[in-house]
């Protein structure tokens, strides 16, 4: 029997679900913008044999919301961890927004930061209810029962799980303002409980887009453009509907999309298609001309934050000056992009690791003609993203759409990118170049910092251009601006660049290669005047800036930092803060020949609360790894005719696990809000080694990767 109360609680035999209009002190993260308002969420379960899942509004790619998550939720239930279970919210933004955005997305290294009182708050409500459900049927006051590791208890004798309460529960009155936890009290919370998507993703049963099969389905691949802005002028698909399996060709905005029984067929017949190309659109310019252009727009930057003297820096004693240049980067995530979708008597329901609901759902619905109710989104895993599922446009979920269209009859399609199809697709880490000055005086202070940034713009032209500043893109620029140290008069300049090459977020956006242009161009200020690395820093720090003093210091004593070299080793130290998270490392360098072979790095992050210490130093190490990949090796290049040069992994190369540093994470203990850890590690790694390798050599690092610099 179903029982629907009037307070939003669904109840049934096997359990409830908790559906809490949450008042305003409940819906709004700290650090969340205070303007959101409370809406509905519906995010926990409690079943007749006692398990809670919690359902989780943030996609799992790795980075590990299903345990953060539901970590906060059974810390205020007092639920033992054994008990708790995860699974993905569906597409709903009235339900599942992101508070620190407004609309159902994963980005920002946002989870854990806008969910951390959301989540405590509705597992404190569940938790009350129960407690008050179990103190009627027991006949004894509210306050005299206590609930530990899942249990509700009585001096009485009287014990119960959740799940023999869960129906009561759901007629009880919603506490508006449930008490939380001291965080002295904290059980889960800080502790390293078990990831809850680990065993599902080693015994197979875990759910990405590839185990999605349909009756009837058909596998689609896409010929897309071989430069960036052509078009499809005219095409011949007889050669391709003779290979077997093919069932049909059509033209859609993105390309030419082949259906066939199965992949290897669907791949078959796009290598037979022949199309003829319009490409008076297209970017033909190489890179090598892409980034002279930008050189010659720098003088026409706008400017983003000014202060002091601009004069100060061609008055100094000594004037330093440096270029730093930084190349398309692809996510490359293991898992290359796709999706299914399947169109039946007027309605859509698709199943993917959709990052962004708020935006794929309208886009689907529109691209078919659907009002948005008919259009359902399971989200599942996915397997990575580093920011390529993020899609300001939803350019994937407008391409499957447009694939079920052009079939012209309802069924159910798996549309697949190859690892080919993702290098050459475009949407990268922008090419930017920054050029920096610095003045000293004659004691070697500095006296005036200016940094001027070229590269296009990723909001621009998307459903997030609204997030711009007058027209300005924050993320293009940001860390390059409201720097922690006292340079003196400062001025930091954009310029917006237009190329038909789409560029996307990538893993920590603009601090990527914001934070390598300060903070190498700062190390080698410091080096001119003398100062040691770490010291220099820290006297260069501002008041109120305590935190990143606090990292610095920590990952100098954890590195027993005792200068640039020792023993035949360079060593080098960056900081960079991004998604309000501090995060110091400090590198090993060995001379390796031609490259740098980094041997070790020492990690010291403050996020704040530290939910699950685990989680936070894996993606610490995560990150280092990444980033270390891209330093040392990665880079999209465009041929004389605009063709992307990079096809797979043996011309796109990524590290090798015998190249993988031995990383030492510490985490600074904090009172203050959880911030994001997917993405902070990666900034101060290749600066750090960038700075450690000029230690070691004396050669000053002014592009990346290292790869191209000194082969």
Not at 216 to 238: C, E, I, N
Not at 408 to 420: A, C, P, V
Not at 557 to 569: H, L, S, V, Y
Request: hydrophobic residues 45%.
């Amino acid at each position: 029997m179903t029982l629907m109360s009037r307070r939003n609680f669904l109840a049934t035999g096997a359990g409830f679900t908790l559906a809490l209009v949450l008042p305003a002190p409940f819906a709004r993260a700290q650090g969340a913008p205070s303007d959101i308002p409370a809406t509905p969420n519906a995010f926990i379960r409690v079943g007749s044999d006692d398990t809670v899942t919690v359902i989780i509004k943030h996609l799992e790619m790795g980075q590990g919301p299903y345990t953060g998550l539901a970590t906060l939720v059974a810390e205020e239930m007092d639920a033992d961890w054994s008990q708790i279970r995860a699974e993905a919210a569906h597409a709903d933004d009235a339900l599942y927004k992101n508070l620190a955005f407004g609309a159902q997305g994963t980005g920002g290294s946002t989870a854990i930061a806008n969910s951390y009182i959301q989540m405590r708050k509705a597992g404190a409500a569940a938790r009350a209810m129960l407690v008050g459900a179990a103190a009627a049927e027991w006949g004894v006051p509210a306050s005299e029962i206590t609930v530990r590791a899942g249990r509700l208890s009585h001096s009485s004798g009287k014990e119960a799980g959740f799940g023999t309460f869960a129906e009561a529960a759901a007629l009880m009155e919603v506490p508006q303002d449930p008490p939380l936890k001291d965080p002295a009290d904290f059980v889960l919370i800080g502790k390293d409980v078990a990831r809850l998507d680990s065993a599902a993703k080693s015994d197979g049963s875990a759910q990405f887009t590839l185990d999605i099969y349909r009756e009837g389905m058909l596998t689609v691949v896409v010929a897309h453009p071989p430069a960036f802005g052509a078009r499809v002028a005219s095409f011949d698909d007889a050669e391709a509907l003779k290979v077997a399996g093919v069932e049909m060709v059509r033209q859609i905005p993105e390309g030419i999309a082949v259906y066939a029984r199965n992949t290897f067929a669907a791949i078959k017949g796009r290598g037979a298609l022949e199309i003829r190309w319009d490409e008076s659109g297209a970017e033909r310019r190489p890179t090598s001309m892409m980034i002279e252009d930008m050189a010659k727009a720098l003088p026409g930057a706008r400017v983003v934050e000014e202060s002091g003297d601009a004069g100060a820096i061609d008055g100094a004693a000594e004037i330093l000056e440096a270029d730093y240049r930084f190349p398309y980067l692809a996510h490359a995530p293991m898992e290359p992009l796709d999706a299914v979708i399947e169109v039946k008597g007027g309605q859509a329901e698709l199943w993917y690791g959709c990052q962004f609901p708020s935006i794929d759902k309208p886009t689907v619905a529109q691209a078919l003609q659907l009002p948005p109710d008919a259009v359902r989104i399971n989200v599942l895993f996915a397997g990575g993203s580093f920011g390529r599922r993020a899609q300001g446009n939803g350019h994937l979920a407008a391409e499957i759409a447009h694939v079920a269209k052009a079939a012209g009859r309802d069924g159910t399609f798996k549309l697949l990118w190859t690892r080919e199809d993702d290098l050459k697709g475009g949407y990268y880490r922008p090419m930017t170049l920054h050029r920096l000055r610095a003045g000293l005086d004659a004691e070697g202070n500095i006296i005036g910092w200016e940094n001027a940034v070229a590269n296009q713009s990723i909001m621009s032209g998307t459903a997030l251009e609204a997030f711009m500043q007058d027209g300005l893109d924050p993320s293009s620029y940001e860390g390059s601006n409201d720097l922690p140290y006292d340079v003196g008069a400062r001025r930091i300049s954009w310029a917006k660049i237009e190329s038909p090459v789409p560029v996307l977020w990538w893993r920590s956006v603009g601090h990527t290669h914001t934070a390598f242009a300060v903070e190498v161009f700062l190390d080698e200020v410091l080096e001119r005047a003398g100062k040691d690395p770490v010291q220099g820093r820290l006297d260069l720090l501002t008041p109120g800036s305590g935190r990143y003093r606090g990292v610095l210091e920590k990952v100098a004593e954890i590195a027993d930092w005792q200068g640039r070299t020792k023993d035949g080793r360079g060593y080098g130290v960056a900081v960079a803060k991004s998604f309000n998270t501090y995060v110091a490392q400090i590198v090993e360098v060995e001379n390796g020949g031609v490259m740098p072979k980094v041997t070790q790095v020492w990690c010291a992050v403050d996020c704040g609360v530290a939910v699950n210490p685990d989680v936070i130093r894996a993606q610490m190490e995560g990150g280092i790894g990444y980033a270390l990949s891209a330093a040392l090796y990665s880079a999209i290049t465009l041929d004389g005719e605009g063709r992307v040069e990079q096809s797979n992994f043996d011309d796109y190369r990524l590290l090798r696990i015998n190249e993988m540093p031995k990383v030492h994470v510490a985490i600074l203990p904090s009172a203050e809000p959880p911030t994001g850890v997917g993405e902070p590690g990666v900034p101060p790694l290749a600066p750090a080694v960038a700075n450690a390798w000029r230690a070691l050599t004396g050669q000053p690092v002014r592009q990346l990767p290292f790869a191209q610099l000194l082969s």
